[in-house]
């Protein structure tokens, strides 16, 4: 079984520049999340979908993050403009659909993408 | 809201030592508990997780986690440490109700000598 691919590795940008990342997940996975994982700290929930639709975007800074799952299967999180803060490792994961017979919680992550911010 | 704490910053063992790592956690309701495991260079993934039951768990590689629901507390154990144990090791939670996302703790970076 495939894992959850994230594209691309690593990504090296100034700041007030754009960047996009892309994530397919786990064949079949309604749930999709996007988390940024700071250096030292664990990974923060940005936003979560369940199949096109946004879940929970609460953490999300809209002014410049944006994401989306068009049709449900692979997603984009943009970052623009990007800050210095905004390094990091940007995580996708995928699950069975939360609340389906299903689900066991569990996470299925991919290898993430590495942002530096200059 | 939720929050996950966990004690210990990093960690150094020598190979066959015994192993516990603290995670207390945040939250009044029924909770999901989770550890996840990044070894170097890889990616997340599941040690163990802790929904409902026999509030001692086990997991991969010989890890196990009690879940003491009074001191809030989902602590990792593993009798002998090998080399390959090296990693960063995170707490997780989430609420018992499924479709909230894992909060995370800010992970434990264990080194183990051989």
């Known amino acids: 079984e495939a894992g959850v691919a994230q594209s691309p590795r690593y990504k090296i940008i100034e700041k007030r520049q754009s960047v996009a990342f892309w994530c397919n997940p786990i064949?079949?996975?309604?749930?999709l999340y996007w988390y940024q994982q700071i250096l030292g700290q664990g990974p923060k929930l940005l936003i979560q979908f369940q199949n096109n639709g946004v879940v929970d975007d609460s953490q999300l800074p809209k002014d410049r993050f944006s994401a989306e799952r068009l049709k449900g299967v692979d997603s984009t999180l943009k970052i623009q403009p990007a800050k210095l803060e905004d390094s990091a490792v940007y995580l996708c994961?995928?699950?069975?659909?939360?609340?389906?017979?299903?689900?066991?919680?569990?996470?299925?992550f991919g290898e993430g993408s590495r942002l530096t911010v200059l | 809201a939720q929050s996950v704490s966990q004690h210990n910053h990093h960690v150094i063992l020598s190979e066959a030592a015994s192993l516990e790592l603290g995670c207390n956690y945040s939250y009044g309701g029924t909770v999901n508990l989770f550890w996840y495991v990044q070894y170097p260079g890889q990616h997340l993934q599941l040690l163990l997780k802790?929904?409902?039951?026999?509030?001692l768990v086990k997991g991969i590689k010989g890890f196990e986690a009690e879940f003491i629901k009074s001191k809030f507390s989902f602590n990792l154990r593993k009798p002998s440490v090998q080399w390959s144990d090296t990693a960063e090791y995170f707490c997780?939670?989430?609420?018992?109700?499924?479709?909230?996302?894992?909060?995370f703790g800010k992970g434990t970076t264990l080194s183990v000598s051989s």
């Open positions: 994961a995928s699950s069975t659909r939360t609340g389906s017979v299903t689900y066991t919680g569990e996470l299925f």
């Open positions: 064949s079949g996975h309604a749930t």
């Open positions: 802790y929904f409902s039951g026999d509030p």
């Open positions: 997780a939670v989430n609420a018992g109700q499924a479709g909230t996302a894992l909060i």
